[in-house]
Nanobody, 115 residues
Framework: QVQLVESGGGLVQAGGSLRLSCAAS????????MGWYRQAPGKQRELVAS???????NYDGSVKGRFTISRDNAEITVYLQMNSLKPEDTGVYYC?????????WGQGTQVTVSS
């Protein structure tokens, strides 16, 4: 099994930056891709950015050019650098690790962007 622990959320003013981290442990060799999702109040969880084990990166159009997903060489920690934050970026951000037959989720970290 894979365990994920997120950190780095908080309160920031519009235009500011935050960096989220997601540390994976357990059966990390089984991870095919990792991603960041967010869920705003009253809305469904949506994919923000993802990175595959081969290094292919995908961003939601709303964050392209502002957010950057990366990982360390050991592929144990995935980061989400968020710049030029907007109030609409507010939500709970979840880290996910996609394996062949399951997806592991972190506990979530709150990001609040004030206007």
């Amino acid at each position: 099994q894979v365990q994920l622990v997120e950190s780095g959320g908080g309160l920031v003013q519009a235009g500011g930056s935050l960096r989220l981290s997601c540390a994976a442990s357990g059966s990390i060799f089984s991870i095919n891709a990792m991603g960041w999702y967010r869920q705003a109040p009253g809305k469904q969880r949506e994919l923000v950015a993802s990175i595959t084990s081969g290094g292919r990166i995908n961003y939601d159009g709303s964050v392209k050019g502002r957010f950057t997903i990366s990982r360390d060489n050991a592929e144990i920690t995935v980061y989400l650098q968020m710049n030029s934050l907007k109030p609409e970026d507010t939500g709970v951000y979840y880290c996910a690790a996609v394996q062949r037959d399951r997806t592991a989720w972190g506990q979530g970290t709150q990001v609040t962007v004030s206007s």
